[in-house]
């Protein structure tokens, strides 16, 4: 079970902070989480894995966005800074069992639980 928060309204080069919070089987297993962004299909923007804390970005993503996860609170963040009117959409937490390296699975779409979605609107 996921729930994303933190989406909104904001201007070219602002700032927006996404959470997922992760409930029910991963928290308990290895697992991978992911936040996608639906604009012509889902794209991979960034992926955190439970089990060694390693990280993927998609190109889009590098330089200007982090995803962070606080164990404690079963929740992953994404921090999205200097924001662009393309960075506009909706945009999705997953997770899926970990099996293999966060920079394979990400880019896979492959993600088995899906969250509701928080929409990002950057416009001046």
């Known amino acids: 079970h996921l729930v994303e928060s933190g989406g909104g309204s904001v201007q070219p080069g602002g700032s927006l902070r996404l959470s997922c919070a992760v409930s029910g089987r991963f928290k308990a297993d290895d697992y991978i989480v992911g936040w996608f962004r639906q604009l012509h299909g889902k794209e991979g923007l960034s992926c955190i894995s439970?089990?060694?804390?390693?990280?993927y970005y998609a190109d889009s993503a590098k330089g200007r966005f982090a995803i962070s996860r606080d164990s404690a609170k079963s929740t992953v963040y994404l921090q999205m800074n200097r924001l662009r009117p393309e960075d506009s959409g909706f945009y999705y937490c997953a997770a899926v069992p970990w099996m293999a390296p966060v920079d394979v699975m990400c880019p896979r779409v492959e993600f088995g639980a899906w969250g509701q979605g928080t929409r990002v609107i950057v416009s001046s």
């Open positions: 439970s089990k060694d804390d390693r990280t």
